[in-house]
């Protein structure tokens, strides 16, 4: 890990630079596999599956025998543990309904906004070297309790044909309708067009590698909506001298095991921290058993040194990572100057892993900076608002010639006209 001390401003952005690849090939890719899967249907995601997977399907669809042999294979602690989380994370969402608002803006003109559900959505859940099934109760949660009226998941099949059995008890739990075999970018060009087999959703949530980031970016141009952009996992730690150096090395690490192109930032104070933190996580590193992974992504992650929390801060909001743990003596009055940031962790015993799977905040966030203007996934993001108005003989009074006015400054005639009939009408009845 690089070591940045007291960096200067140059040095702050370099520090606050995520690695990055070149995406021109990779969208020509990616673009011939969705180009395909939108003309042939299930037999181009059956084909995909063999190149890719290295799978031979007959069918996409998991069937019930399929989810009951899942429920026999999960045992009865990690169920446990799953009911657990979903209470949790039920409870945090289920608190964020919208109660919508009604009221007279002129009078006789009565608006007022209410929330619908987005009818069709469809959960890309990752199944590689890492089965996200607390991903599944993360955005299917939500979901069920929006009142989504089909959720859709697609997941890659293991080498035998079948789904990690904890991803579909997870589904079982948290209300998914409907669950297929497919994983990459065939499952989101899946979702996107629709096939014989997958129904086509109007948006499409969910993590995946660069390939699946990316497909979700294309046929969010023209075909279906998506939850947030997103690149690789990453989290920052700011910390002082009374941080434990055995739990910043283990937050680190936490998120460095992701993937290889992870990133990781410690921001402090304590330059003895600094040091043994560094120490540390050489130490715990030996032991993971995503070794190999978490040191790459090491290669490119950040130790800073600075003199005062106000300059921690500063460097934080710049950075907008996707995940904030605040381990210093004041972490809760910090946490209330963070500006950028996806979800925060406060205090020594707070690690970002209760977050990402059974404290009840979600754990789908924006990555990448994109936390300066993206929210992270809560129950909003399965839901639209559609506002109303009414307008009665008053309300013309109140505001037609106001909206005349407008129309024929801004030269749209047929739109003043809209208006002025009623009005004359109106007139007339009157006289």
Request: charged share 20%; aromatic share 6%; with cysteine.
């Amino acid at each position: 890990m690089k070591i940045y001390k007291f960096p200067n401003d140059a040095e702050v952005r370099e520090l606050i630079t995520r690695p990055t690849k070149d995406a021109a090939d990779l969208s020509a890719l990616v673009s011939q596999v969705l180009a395909r899967i939108q003309r042939e249907g299930d037999a181009a995601v059956l084909d995909y599956e063999r190149q890719f997977d290295h799978v031979e399907l007959t069918s996409l669809a998991v069937t019930e025998a399929e989810f009951q042999a899942a429920e026999a294979q999960v045992g009865p602690e990690l169920k446990s543990a799953l009911e657990l989380a979903h209470a949790n994370i039920a409870r945090f969402h289920e608190a964020q309904r919208y109660a919508g608002i009604e009221l007279e803006t002129a009078p006789g003109v009565r608006c007022w906004q209410r929330s619908v559900p987005i009818e069709k959505v469809g959960l890309y859940i990752p199944g590689g070297t890492a089965p996200l099934f607390s991903t599944v109760l993360m955005l299917a949660t939500p979901a069920r309790i929006a009142g989504c009226r089909e959720i859709v998941l697609c997941t890659p099949p293991r080498p035998d044909g079948t789904v990690n059995p904890a991803i579909l008890v997870a589904a079982r739990i948290a209300g998914v309708s409907r669950v297929f075999k497919a994983g990459g970018v065939q499952a989101i060009g899946a979702m996107a067009y629709g096939t014989e087999s997958v129904p086509k959703v109007y948006k499409i949530f969910g993590p995946g590698n660069q390939f699946v980031q990316c497909a979700k970016q294309l046929v969010s141009l023209a075909d279906v909506a998506i939850d947030l952009p997103a690149g690789p996992s990453e989290v920052e730690v700011i910390a002082d001298a009374t941080a434990n150096p055995v739990f910043v090395a283990a937050d680190l690490l936490s998120q460095a095991e992701h993937g290889v192109d992870s990133q990781v930032l410690l921001v402090t104070t304590s330059e003895q921290l600094l040091r043994d933190v560094q120490a540390e996580v050489d130490r715990q590193l030996q032991v993971l058993p995503r070794k190999e992974i978490a040191a790459a992504a090491l290669d490119h992650s950040r130790l800073v040194l600075v003199a005062t929390m106000d300059e921690a801060l500063a460097i934080s909001n710049r950075y907008a990572p996707e995940h904030l743990i605040i381990e210093t003596a004041d972490a809760e009055a910090l946490a209330a100057q963070v500006t950028n940031a996806g979800s925060v962790f406060i205090g020594h015993l707070t690690p970002e892993s209760a977050g990402d799977y059974a404290s009840g905040t979600n754990h789908t966030l924006p990555t990448n900076g994109y936390a300066t203007a993206y929210s992270g996934v809560n129950l909003d993001a399965f839901c639209r608002k559609i506002t109303y108005q009414h307008i009665t003989p008053e309300g013309l009074q109140s505001i037609g010639q106001a909206v005349e006015l407008m129309a024929a400054a801004e030269q749209l005639d047929a739109h003043r006209n809209a208006m002025a009939v009623r009005r004359q009408n109106l007139a007339k009845n009157n006289s």
